[in-house]
């Protein structure tokens, strides 16, 4: 069914314009992938203390066959694949076992690089796709977003440094970081900001939020810091080694339309594209974000007396919350100083500040409107939102469903995975009334007989059409 979809709403991608740095439009996709390479290389190849090379010395507790298997059987099917040419399913299906022959290949290859001391060049390769950012002009390379492809063996090796190192991680994370952990998602902030709001509107509290933003937050990453850092927080020599061997030696190679520029080295930055890098960069903000609190001003004492929530966190995306915007002010301009310490960018033109009180005119209260996440802040906003998206989604695939050729079964299918996802997200942390529920429901009826092609004045009950 997946397949079919792919190959049904497939349109040929969108060709990149990239301008040469006099201003030329570039028609060769070489060309463009040169420039491409050249504006990259100057954002991830710079001046950083290098990480230092591995010592040819194994593991005390080397990898074994049953963490290949385990690390396997994570891996997703249908996913791209980097410079080897390895797709994930090659690797999920032929080391289903531990005692499958590839597993203990794997393990035997891995190991070797330890008492080696010699990091493959596979483990570092990158194939880096540039993408038009949503919004932003044709033309520039700022404007485009690098997807990096990684060949199947790191991404199987970070698999098994990750299940190593997740326990100490987590320990050292605070709760208010919600992202890339088991059992926390966006809904954690989205629903702790309602909640609030909800306590605003009962108890007339009046509340400040103010939302920090980063500028490439992964790319900036200084590597050696990073290394010197997890020393402490993981506490296992045989596991910082394992990152360590993951942090060197990386380069990438950016490919437009099948032509592949000359690769480069990647000096600076959480390498992207594995399971592991983004626990990386959780575990260098959060060691940021504690220089930034101690030299942060006290929490005011209205604070602590109504216990607010400090803060959240989503990856790089950070709210302070405080009954003080003086309060906040002044951790903004602590940010300011304290996060380019740690070479990380906080955007000042972009900080969001949001106030959540009571007003007179329900339409006078703009925190309803502002998003947090994916999900407006006031209930009945996002559900009017999630609605246009779902609609978007609709009209998307209208042209196949409209067919004759498809079964309506097929057809449902097709929506519960695609459409439907698109209205419930978050939907875990709407308070709903009785009209809301209505305006769904009724939203849901009317998609539901559009499928079913029962339009007036073919018409059918909800009893009927529930039971088609």
Same mark, same amino acid.
């Given at each position: ?101 590839? +597993? ?22 990158? !194939? ?36 190593? +190192? ?154 302070? !919350? ?34 959540? +009180? ?20 006031? !209930?009945?906003?996002? !559900? ?85």
């Amino acid at each position: 069914m997946f397949a079919a979809m792919r190959t049904l709403r497939f349109s040929g991608g969108t060709a990149l314009t990239v301008c040469s740095p006099d201003g030329e439009v570039l028609a060769k996709p070489l060309d463009q992938a040169k420039v491409i390479s050249n504006y990259f290389e100057g954002l991830f190849n710079i001046d950083a203390t290098p990480v230092p090379s591995l010592t040819a010395e194994p593991l005390r507790n080397p990898v074994t066959a049953s963490e290949v298997a385990r690390a396997a059987s994570r891996l997703k099917n249908g996913r791209s694949f980097g410079a080897d040419g390895v797709p994930n399913e090659l690797l999920k299906y032929c080391c289903s076992k531990s005692d499958d022959p590839m +597993c203990t290949t794997a393990a035997r290859i891995i190991n070797a690089v330890f008492s080696k001391g010699e990091v493959m060049s596979a483990l570092g390769q990158g !194939i880096l796709i540039p993408l038009q950012k949503p919004g932003k002009p044709r033309g520039p390379c700022s404007s485009l977003r690098p997807i990096v492809l990684l060949n199947g063996l790191r991404k199987l090796f970070s698999l098994i440094v990750l299940e190593r +190192c997740k326990p100490q991680v987590n320990l050292y994370l605070p709760r208010s970081q919600s992202a890339y952990r088991q059992g926390h998602s966006t809904a954690d902030i989205v629903f702790t900001k309602r909640i609030l709001a909800d306590l605003v509107m009962t108890r007339m509290w009046d509340v400040h939020i103010l939302g920090i933003d980063l500028s490439r937050a992964f790319d900036t990453v200084d590597r050696a810091r990073l290394l010197s850092l997890l020393k402490d927080v993981v506490n296992d020599d045989d596991t910082v080694r394992m990152i360590q061997a993951l942090l060197t030696d990386t380069t990438l190679a950016v490919r437009v339309r099948g032509e592949v520029a000359p690769q480069f080295q990647a000096t600076v930055g959480s390498p992207q594209g594995d399971s592991l890098s983004p626990q990386l960069f959780n575990v260098y903000y959060e060691a940021a974000l504690r220089d930034l609190r101690r030299s942060s001003p006290p929490i005011p004492a209205e604070d602590k007396r109504l216990k607010l929530a400090a803060e959240t966190q989503y990856a790089d995306d950070l709210d302070f !919350i405080s009954t003080s915007s003086h309060h906040l002010e002044k951790i903004h301009e602590e940010a300011m100083k304290v996060l380019p310490e740690w070479k990380l960018h906080a955007n000042a033109g972009k900080t969001e500040r949001v106030h959540i +009180c009571h007003e007179k005119d329900r339409e006078e209260e703009e925190w309803r409107r502002k998003k947090s996440v994916g999900s407006r802040l006031g !209930i009945s906003d996002d !559900i009017e939102e999630r609605i246009q998206l779902a609609n978007v989604a609709m009209r998307k695939m209208w042209s196949m469903w409209g067919t004759q050729h498809i079964s309506l079964e097929l057809k449902l299918k097709l929506f519960q995975v695609y459409v439907i996802p698109v209205i419930l997200y978050n939907a875990g942390t709407w308070g709903l009334t009785e009209q809301l529920a209505y305006k769904i429901d009724s939203w849901h009826r009317k998609q539901l007989r559009l499928l079913t092609g029962h339009i007036y004045p073919n018409c059918i009950s909800n009893v009927k059409l529930y039971n088609k």
